[in-house]
């Protein structure tokens, strides 16, 4: 078979992706001068492009899968097919939302306020889809960057543009009217790529395995010794996403204990264990869950 060609994209993703990429097993290096990364694996080719034009390459057949936003496969209407949404995390896998703002000091209050109005935006297509729905006439105008500070400084009537917490348009004295859209990454393919059995099959690979990287991103695993005369007792307490892993310690009326829990437990968990009669608690951390 010849090298999937995998777009990693260029920009905000570039470093949140390689860094999943590594935690899936894959080691991607790539340097501030060039647009080829090279990866550990003789079956994958990766290219660098940005995530707004990943899906037209990826319908076009140049590349054959890419992690990209689905904001972007929605605004370009690509024809690809979705393998995994890659949802979360500490490393910034992060949901972002499309939204229509103004200025505090606008009466603007809906999308129908805004008739006749200039909007700007790198969303182009999608915004127009958006004001059409609403039945509402408006310019929308192509922005090339600092949208907020467009609006801000009274340039255009609102914008469009992209936001996770809001605190960066709240910062420009702008409030939020409506959402357009969530958006989040996901690994897409081409739909004649993933029909060729062996494509179809590493794509599958490279989605399982990302998802892995990713439930594991929250988790930890936990081992400990417990009492025999404790054991009902502590088992009680343990979360688990399946039922703790038990076995006798040889030679000792003790049992050592394996679970994995969420991080967000741990410091409440060990503790309460400690009290219980729990001894030698371990912590470690998970690449991947599967």
Request: proline residues 4%; charged residues 30%; glycine residues 4%.
């Given at each position: 078979?010849?090298?999937l ?6 920009g905000s ?6 860094e ?6 894959w ?6 001068r060039?647009?080829i990364?090279?990866?550990d ?6 290219k660098l492009a940005r995530?707004q ?17 689905s904001?972007?496969?929605l605004e370009?209407?690509s024809d690809v097919?979705v393998?995994a949404?890659l949802?979360y995390?500490r490393i910034?896998?992060?949901p972002?939302?499309?939204?229509l ?5 606008s ?7 805004l008739?006749g109005?200039v ?6 297509k ?6 059409a729905?609403?039945?509402t ?8 960057g600092?949208?907020e500070?467009?609006a ?7 914008i ?16 939020i009217?409506?959402?357009?859209t969530?958006?989040n990454?996901?690994l897409?393919a ?7 059995p062996e494509?179809?099959a590493?794509?599958?690979?490279i989605a399982l395995?990302l998802?892995?990287?990713l439930?594991a991103?929250?988790?930890?695993g ?5 009492p ?6 502590i088992?009680?307490?343990?979360p ?5 892993t038990?076995a006798?310690?040889y030679?000792?009326d003790?049992?050592a204990v394996?679970?994995v829990?969420?991080?967000a437990e741990?410091?409440d968990?060990?503790?309460?264990l400690?009290e219980f009669?729990?001894?030698?608690i371990?912590e470690?951390p998970l690449?991947k869950?599967?």
């Amino acid at each position: 078979m010849e090298p999937l060609n995998l777009g990693i994209p260029k920009g905000s993703l570039e470093k949140t992706t390689i860094e999943l990429f590594r935690r899936a097993g894959w080691k991607i290096t790539n340097s501030s001068r060039s647009y080829i990364p090279t990866i550990d694996d003789d079956a994958i080719s990766c290219k660098l492009a940005r995530p707004q034009e990943m899906s037209r390459y990826v319908e076009s057949g140049a590349l054959d899968a890419a992690i990209t936003g689905s904001d972007w496969t929605l605004e370009n209407e690509s024809d690809v097919e979705v393998i995994a949404d890659l949802v979360y995390s500490r490393i910034s896998f992060r949901p972002t939302r499309w939204v229509l703002a103004v200025r505090n000091d606008s009466p603007v209050q809906k999308a129908e306020d805004l008739e006749g109005a200039v909007i700007a935006t790198e969303f182009v297509k999608s915004t127009e889809r958006y004001f059409a729905s609403h039945n509402t006439s408006v310019q929308v105008e192509f922005s090339w960057g600092a949208t907020e500070a467009k609006a801000a400084e009274s340039l255009v009537d609102a914008i469009v543009d992209v936001t996770e917490t809001g605190s960066t348009l709240r910062a420009n004295g702008l409030r939020i009217v409506d959402t357009l859209t969530k958006s989040n990454p996901q690994l897409i393919a081409n739909r004649d790529s993933y029909r060729d059995p062996e494509k179809k099959a590493k794509i599958d690979q490279i989605a399982l395995l990302l998802r892995g990287a990713l439930e594991a991103e929250s988790r930890v695993g936990i081992k400990l010794n417990i009492p025999k005369d404790r054991i009902e007792a502590i088992l009680e307490l343990l979360p688990s996403i399946t039922a703790p892993t038990v076995a006798n310690l040889y030679g000792k009326d003790w049992f050592a204990v394996e679970i994995v829990v969420s991080e967000a437990e741990v410091r409440d968990l060990i503790p309460r264990l400690r009290e219980f009669g729990a001894e030698g608690i371990i912590e470690y951390p998970l690449n991947k869950i599967v």
